[in-house]
């Protein structure tokens, strides 16, 4: 999970991978998720997004990442091999209908 103000990522936390077959998907533990919520409910650090890696080296959200993303404007960060890059997850992206790209500064 990632953290910070604005659009800034000031740190990021590592959550276990609780999906059936996490060496092709991903899903974050729900505790760890929920328990980030109510942190930044009660004044902790914003939840700005996510990032994971694709072990195939396409830093680019896949159909599946699509489908699991809620269009709610989270940043996603996925690392493909040695390239890093980030998305927004909004309604009617330009990548699968979800996803608008975002320059990494």
């Known amino acids: 999970m990632l953290f910070g103000r ?7 936390q590592a959550v276990e991978n609780v999906d ?10 729900p505790a760890a ?3 980030a919520l109510r942190a930044e409910r009660g004044g902790g650090p914003k ?21 699991m993303a809620a269009p709610d404007g989270k940043l996603w960060l996925i690392v493909g091999g040695d390239t890093v890059t980030a998305w927004r ?3 009617g992206g330009a990548l699968h209908g979800r996803f608008d790209p975002v ?3």
């Open 6 to 12: 604005d659009s800034a990522i000031t740190s990021y």
């Open 20 to 29: 059936e077959a996490p060496d092709r998907h991903f899903e974050i533990d």
């Open 33 to 35: 998720l929920f328990a």
């Open 47 to 67: 939840l700005l997004g996510y990032w994971h890696s694709h072990p195939s080296g396409d830093a680019a959200p896949s159909v599946t990442d699509a489908a």
């Open 89 to 91: 997850a909004v309604e």
């Open 103 to 105: 320059a990494i500064d």
